[in-house]
């Protein structure tokens, strides 16, 4: 429903709420045993197994997911002179760290240098420590979600195939198994959409987009 000063809550963010913890819960209930089971350990081999030239391309994309591209965005969106988004991915930042936090105390699961046998860790990727949820992907699906209602065609790919080159980064680099990145995918689901539904996106009209009467 959209407010006077062209702010709308939108119902598709409490559906990516609901989606998100349908994809969280059911992962970190599996994920809570601690072990990795056939199916999932199959799918982090095939991605783990690929060749070694892809390794300074997912280097790289792992980057993207760091917390401070969280206070980047903000700064690019005050420059775009979109404060509204600017404080969005500030909310996504510091709930990030507020959800990883909760998740670690209900689910421990070691990282696939522990838990998967013959898991190929490369780079400087830690081989111990809490796996699920990953951080990474919490962080960009959340920016992701609240960036955009900001972008308008092809535009609005570019942050969904952020968040594909970083959860496959951190698989192919033995950092997550596949049920920490999908963990995550919903925490940064759930994040998004909480983030919209308390901060409200701009309407149709606020972003000049043309409608029928």
């Not at 991915?89 to 959800?99: D, F, I, P, R, Y």
């Not at 990953?134 to 979600?145: E, F, I, P």
Request: glycine residues 12%.
């Amino acid at each position: 429903m959209a407010t006077r000063d062209g702010v709308e809550r939108r119902r598709v963010d409490l559906l990516a709420v609901a989606v998100g913890l349908l994809l969280f819960a059911p992962a970190a209930v599996v994920a809570s045993s601690g072990a990795v089971g056939d199916l999932e350990a199959a799918v982090f081999r095939a991605i783990n197994g690929l060749p070694e030239a892809l390794f300074p391309i997912a280097n790289a994309a792992q980057f993207l997911g760091v917390l401070a591209i969280g206070p980047l965005v903000a700064v690019v969106a005050l420059i775009a002179r979109r404060p509204r988004l600017a404080v969005a991915a500030l909310v996504v930042t510091g709930l990030k760290l507020l959800a990883e936090r909760i998740v670690w105390e209900l689910v421990t699961r070691e990282r696939p240098g522990t838990s998967t046998p013959d898991a190929i860790v490369r780079g400087h990727t830690p081989t111990a420590g809490v796996s699920f949820v990953s951080g990474h992907v919490v962080l960009v699906t959340g920016l992701a979600w609240v960036a955009q209602p900001y972008l308008r065609g092809r535009w609005k790919v570019i942050p969904w195939a952020v968040v594909a080159a970083v959860a496959f980064a951190r698989i192919y680099l033995g950092a997550h198994n596949p049920l920490d990145v999908v963990g995550g995918f919903g925490v940064g689901l759930m994040i998004g959409g909480l983030t919209n539904l308390a901060l409200g996106v701009p309407s149709a009209q606020g972003r000049g987009v043309p409608t029928r009467d």
